[in-house]
């Protein structure tokens, strides 16, 4: 299989250690504002949850939220989702079915959210609290706060930290030397930790006792990422996952965990003869994936895999379609699954404010 990698060298972590120390300055001299009481969180009148991570790049974390948003939509809750829009224009847009802008405009996990739990407010902006505030003007009852561990000016009634059980520490170097948003006493804040992309047989124990190191009282869940089907990007019906066992296919990715992505793929028995991946919310021109579905048919692909994100970027691509590439492009689609005792926690931080 020929597989295409853009990790970083040690000698460049070398390099980047300096910076990481000045990082290191910057978050804890923040943090204790916070802390101190010297910045203040604002409160908004309806409960905030907050899902979050302590790392940077893909821990599950989107999944996760639309799971949520969706138990709590299908219980009768008033929510709306709260998110930065990374990769977009940055200017305040209120998203409900992923129709009324571009990934280039929201940014892709806002789109991809929205065709997800549709009729859902999704508010995109950098300020929180100003999305915050605009979503109580629309009618929410609830918020949830997305990639919000970090964003303190915001209270949150809940804060949910997501860890990936194959790199949860991210090496435990801070950013950008390593992967760490924050130093692992952070972990102290969070109400509750989800642990995504753990063997179901495993128990978890050192990652448990790190966690229990900062957080003793925490809960703590398991959610597993289940393949669904392979959704064709030029339209057409679902292909389920048994078609493309032992075919020879082709795949790529621009995420924030591209390893995760070919796990998913080989767990399902996908024989890939190429994997590219790209940097996390990377905007993909036309010549890039036909250069990549060229590649992919060299190598005897029948068919080219990315991920539900990445089609969100590549349907707003000019100059390119699905149908052009010589191979059937495919998204893998996934949904998150944890137990029905966390929706319950996570309702009860709902209605926080709404009872009596």
């Not at 000045?22 to 910045?39: E, I, M, P």
């Not at 915001?154 to 997501?162: C, E, P």
């Not at 063997?199 to 050192?206: A, V």
């Not at 010589?326 to 996570?346: H, K, N, T």
Request: glycine letters at 10%.
């Amino acid at each position: 299989m020929l597989v295409r990698t853009a990790e970083g060298s040690p000698w460049a972590r070398l390099l980047l250690a300096p910076p990481s120390v000045l990082y290191r300055g910057a978050v804890g001299l923040r943090n204790s504002l916070f802390d101190s009481g010297a910045f203040h969180a604002e409160r908004l009148p309806v409960p905030v949850v907050s899902v979050g991570n302590i790392t940077a790049g893909g821990t599950g974390k989107t999944p996760l939220v639309a799971a949520i948003a969706k138990a709590l939509a299908a219980r009768g809750r008033k929510i709306a989702i709260l998110t930065r829009g990374y990769g977009g224009s940055g200017r305040f847009l209120v998203l409900r079915d992923g129709s009324n802008a571009g990934p280039e405009e929201a940014g892709d996990e806002p789109i991809l959210l929205a065709r997800q739990v549709a009729g859902v407010p999704i508010v995109v902006g950098a300020d929180r609290r100003r999305t915050g505030r605009i979503a109580v003007e629309l009618g929410a009852e609830a918020l949830l706060l997305d990639d919000g561990f970090q964003h303190r000016w915001l209270w949150r009634d809940l804060d949910i930290v997501v860890i990936d059980a194959c790199d949860p520490f991210g090496h435990y170097r801070l950013l950008p030397s390593g992967r760490l948003r924050e130093p692992l006493t952070a972990l102290g804040r969070a109400d509750v930790f989800v642990v995504t992309r753990s063997h179901p047989h495993d128990p978890l124990q050192t990652l448990r006792e790190v966690i229990r190191q900062y957080n003793p009282n925490a809960a703590l869940f398991r959610a597993f990422h289940r393949p669904v089907s392979f959704v064709p990007l030029a339209g057409g019906e679902e292909v389920p996952l048994e078609a493309l066992r032992g075919e020879a296919c082709g795949a790529f990715c621009g995420i924030g965990n591209p390893e995760a992505f070919r796990s998913d793929l080989q767990l399902l028995g996908v024989r890939m003869v190429l994997f590219e991946p790209f940097r996390d919310h990377h905007a993909y021109n036309a010549n890039e994936l036909v250069r990549v579905s060229r590649l992919a048919r060299e190598a005897g692909a029948g068919h080219l895999i990315t991920t539900e994100k990445d089609a969100v970027r590549i349907a707003a691509v000019k100059g390119f379609s699905p149908t052009a590439s010589g191979l059937p492009l495919l998204a893998l689609r996934a949904r998150c699954e944890i137990e029905q005792e966390f929706f319950a926690l996570v309702e009860r931080a709902a209605l926080r404010g709404r009872e009596g």
